[in-house]
Every structure is written in C-alpha cells, then in structure tokens.
C-alpha cells in the first residue's frame, strides 16, 4: 500500500531533483575548467610541481604504510570484486535488482569517464623519482583510483541512506565514505602517482557523475523515499 507523501517530503521531492541538477551542471563547468587547467599548465596546475614536493617532503614511514593501504582500495581489481559483492547483498538484501543495477551502472560509468578524460587530456604523470612503488604508465588527469572509490563509496552511502531507518546510522556511513574518499584521493598524491589538479578531478567528476546518477535514479522512482526521522 503506497503511503500518501506529506508536506515536507513533497517539498523534498522537488528540491531534490533540481539540486541534483545544479551540482551536475556545476561539476561538468568545474571539470571542464580542470581539464584545461591541466592541458595548458596554468590556473591551479602550476601549483602542482611544488604542492608534490612539499608532500614529499613529509613522507614518514608510519604515513606510507597508512596511504598504500587507502590506494590499495582504489585499485582496479579490488574495487570490481568490492563492487560485485556491494551489488549481490544490495540484491538480496531489498529483493529488487534496481539498487544492485544502479551501482554496476554508476561504477560502469565511473570507469568509461576515467578511460575517456585520460586519453582526451594525455596529462603525464610526475617524474618516477616522486613515485613510492611500481611505475604506472598511464596518463594522469583524472586520477580513476580517486574516481572510481568515490563513486563506489558514495553509491554505497546513498543506498544505505535511502534504506536504513536510523539517522545516526546513516549519517556514520556518509561521514566514513567521505573520508575514505578523501584518504584515498590524498593518498594518491603522496605516493606521487598523481599531480593535486588530477586528485581534485577526480573527487569533481565523481560528485558531478553521482549526482547525475542520483537524480534520474529519483526521477524514476528506482529507490525509496529516504525516512525522516528515526
């Protein structure tokens, strides 16, 4: 039996949508902006070289043991065995495939944005003497481990949002996305594999792809009404 909508969640109704559409609109400016920035070298670029030098020169042991344990959750095989299962207990844990198609469909996603700016922008990664660990070839802009953890966490978090009936609850699991999203884009950095404007990209694309995914996810009604109150 559908439960009439009261005033506030009409109200929420509306807002939700248009929000999600102004932080699409704002993140693709933003990224479009980064993207440049990153191609000519100017604007927040040229702060790359010496933000990477003043990060190498706080390494500490204690502080590369903690970020090649947050990158290692955003490598590529981790976050496809993490996201397959996110998607089979999604499945039995609401016994609809709508939430579990949404999360392969945003990480899909995720990954297509990561393969396509890479080969439009072609930005080269810092000089193998900043790097902590194997050399990747790979072009820099964005970063996809910064990406493609921050769709994946942020996926997660909203799922669990709209589905757990206790604030405090889902307020813990949004604050512990967003800092291990922050860790792993950070962690990038001080283990050198990416410039600062490639980790900001990241967290940009990844804030305007969500968005995007959560407002059509709403417009057609594929996920519940999150509850107000506890």
Known sequence: MNVPMTKDEVRIGYAVPLLGAAVTAIGALGTIALADSATEADGLASFDPELTREVVGIRTAPLTELARALTFIGDVPVLVVLTLVAA???YRWTKSW???ALLLFAMAGSAALTFGLKAVVERQRPGITYVL???DNGFAFPSG???NSTVFLGMLAGLLWVRSPFATARVVVAVTAALLSFGIGLSRLYLG???ATDV???WT???TWLALVGTAARLL???PRAPLTE
């Open 98 to 100: 709508r939430s579990a």
């Open 205 to 207: 694309i990844a804030v």
């Open 88 to 90: 089979a207990l999604a």
């Open 221 to 223: 009604k594929w996920l």
């Open 133 to 135: 660990g194997a050399v």
């Open 145 to 147: 481990h910064t990406l």
């Open 200 to 202: 900001l990209a990241g």
């Open 193 to 195: 594999y990416h410039w």
